[in-house]
């Protein structure tokens, strides 16, 4: 056996490997790949790569060496596409970067960071013929574990799908699935030009725009989601495909809110651009004692948001030795250089301990927050009254008063109205996935937004969470107030969002993934985040 010839990866990773045995390994088809190593995206086949892929035939059905499927496959991926291949065992591994720390503490086999569709492409047919499963990550901002990170599985990194391109008549923009926000938005800003996108700037496009979207310019345009104007999707037989209105337009609507993980890999996302000017916003701090009238004014604002497209809106209760103890927050941001727009009269009426607001751009208020410490979300939607936010806010200080002895906590929460001039735009070409109609609106979702610095107060923060929201949920239902609709991007793992889109999306969700899915690759192979 000619042992030089092995990938790098394959020796780097033996030790780990050894532990690691698995019998399917023999049973891999590597015939496959000798008779097509184009259709892996390896264009010349040479003497030198039958060689390698052979030997690694030949040491995957002796088994004696105690290969793993995941070994098989990083040591395929480093011939197929060498340079983008690294190794967590290797002593030059430098780990992509997570939001929170359950994210980061899950290790993977190899990680591919592609350079193009056809990369993604590779990674789906390797992981197809070795069986071993994989991830995607984006900008990696989902707070569970395995939702774009693997246990000893293969990485998917987008980040180097880092292009930004605007068309000639300034109405599209082409981003890579790689980018976070603020790359998107520095280079928007100079141009006068904007796309509806995400509020902080390490956040991914991807997992954004894949689950919803929210965003300051939703009350003119929609969710991120309804201003995709194409996708450039890999599909779970490896071939690329362009999902549009009028181009696969099942996908299209699939991907409006379905997430990427059960239908395809986004490579590039072309979305809808707008003349955009500097515009107002920014937060005001106020004391907790200023609840009730924070309440009034922001179920207010989700009922007039119709009336000013150029509004938006949302209000959060937080504890911080910094604060002082408990505290609130309101982020009004206004689409033109115009303070405190007639809109946020009643806003405007209470006292702020501080006001952040000022004239802006959408780089400026995009503040990176990298928060990097153990983190939960959860979301619920109610529909939208003043006297359920403010008991919510009750229940919320009573709840966390339990745990604020937790080291490092940061218990936040917050309100965000779904106005019915949001619920209008979302209706165009063809509509998303959210199964929402103005008959539900205007509605708020609540979200969680905890950290905490150590692992071993998972479960107290966990229970006090439930029970946060159990006692919300009950409390909505009496009131005849509760709605079935769970945002994704907001959502825990045990949390049923696409139930939440209704009977109907949920059956078309699922013909559409038989469709372009007959094998359940998604389904299978990469287990992370929500599955239909
Ligand atoms: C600090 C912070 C601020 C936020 N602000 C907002 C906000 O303003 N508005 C809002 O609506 N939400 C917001 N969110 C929620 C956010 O939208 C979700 O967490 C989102 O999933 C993050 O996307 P990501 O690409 O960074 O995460 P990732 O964890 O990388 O990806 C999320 C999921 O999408 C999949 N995915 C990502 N890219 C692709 C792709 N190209 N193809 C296929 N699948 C893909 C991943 O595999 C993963 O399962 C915020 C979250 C945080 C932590």
């Avoid at 359950?102 to 350079?115: K, L, M, T, W």
């Avoid at 922001?298 to 910094?322: C, N, Q, R």
Wanted: with cysteine; charged share 15%; hydrophobic share 45%.
């Amino acid at each position: 056996m000619r042992f030089h010839l092995l990938p790098a990866v394959v020796w780097l990773a033996l030790p780990h490997a050894i532990l690691a045995q698995d019998p399917v390994v023999g049973a891999i088809p590597f015939d496959q790949l000798l008779s097509d190593p184009a259709g892996f995206g390896f264009a010349n086949r040479t003497p030198s790569f039958d060689a390698q892929v052979q030997e690694l035939e030949q040491m995957a059905k002796a088994g004696n060496l105690g290969l793993d499927k995941c070994q098989i496959a990083c040591a395929l991926l480093e011939l197929l596409v060498p340079p983008n291949v690294s190794s967590p065992a290797s002593p030059d591994y430098k780990p992509v970067k997570y939001w929170s720390v359950q994210q980061s503490e899950v290790i993977p086999a190899c990680r591919i960071d592609v350079a193009s569709a056809r990369d993604i492409s590779t990674a789906i047919k390797v992981s197809k013929l070795t069986q071993c499963p994989f991830a995607v990550k984006g900008g990696g901002h989902v707070a569970f574990a395995g939702a774009s990170s693997i246990q000893n599985g293969i990485l998917i990194n987008l980040a180097n799908l880092n292009t930004v391109s605007v068309n000639e008549d300034r109405t599209i923009t082409s981003v890579g699935s790689g980018n976070t926000w603020i790359n998107v938005y520095k280079i928007l800003d100079p141009l006068g030009l904007s796309v509806v996108g995400g509020r902080e700037a390490s956040v991914g496009v991807g997992g954004l725009t894949l689950g919803g979207g929210i965003s300051y310019f939703s009350g003119r345009y929609g969710w991120a989601c309804d201003n995709v104007l194409n996708y450039e999707v890999v599909l779970a037989d490896g071939s690329i495909v362009i999902a549009s209105p009028t181009s696969e337009p099942n996908l299209y609507w699939a991907l409006r809110g379905g997430s990427g993980t059960n239908f395809g890999i986004i490579s590039r996302f072309d979305l809808a651009t707008f003349e955009q000017g500097p515009l107002w916003g920014g937060s005001k701090y106020y004391s907790i004692i200023s609840n009730a009238s924070l309440a009034e004014a922001f179920s207010k604002f989700a009922v007039d948001a119709p009336t000013d497209d150029f509004a938006h809106l949302y209000i959060a209760f937080g504890y911080a030795d910094s604060f002082g103890g408990f505290a609130a927050v309101s982020g009004p941001t206004y689409g033109k250089p115009v303070a405190d727009a007639p809109i946020f009269d009643e806003l405007s009426k209470i006292p702020a301990l501080i006001d952040a607001t000022g004239l802006n751009n959408i780089t400026a208020l995009a503040i990176a927050l990298d928060q990097t410490a153990y983190v939960r979300f959860r979301t619920v939607t109610f529909k939208n009254d003043a006297n359920l936010i403010k008991q919510l806010v009750q229940i919320y200080v009573e709840e966390t008063s339990t745990v604020l002895d937790i080291p490092g906590i940061l218990p936040f929460f917050s309100f965000q109205p779904i106005s019915l001039n949001i619920i209008d735009k979302m209706k165009k070409n063809g509509g998303n996935v959210l199964g929402l109609s103005e008959a539900d609106g205007p509605l708020v979702i609540m979200n969680v937004n905890w950290g905490w610095s150590d692992a071993a107060d998972d479960a107290r923060i966990s229970d006090t969470v439930l029970r946060f929201f159990s006692r919300s949920i009950a409390l909505a239902k009496s009131m005849s107030l509760d709605h079935r609709f769970i945002y994704m991007n907001y959502a825990g793992l045990d949390q049923g969002v696409f139930a939440g889109y209704g009977e109907h999306n949920l059956g078309r969700l699922k013909d559409i993934q038989k469709r372009y899915d007959p094998h359940g690759v998604f389904t299978k192979l990469q287990p992370g985040y929500f599955k239909l």
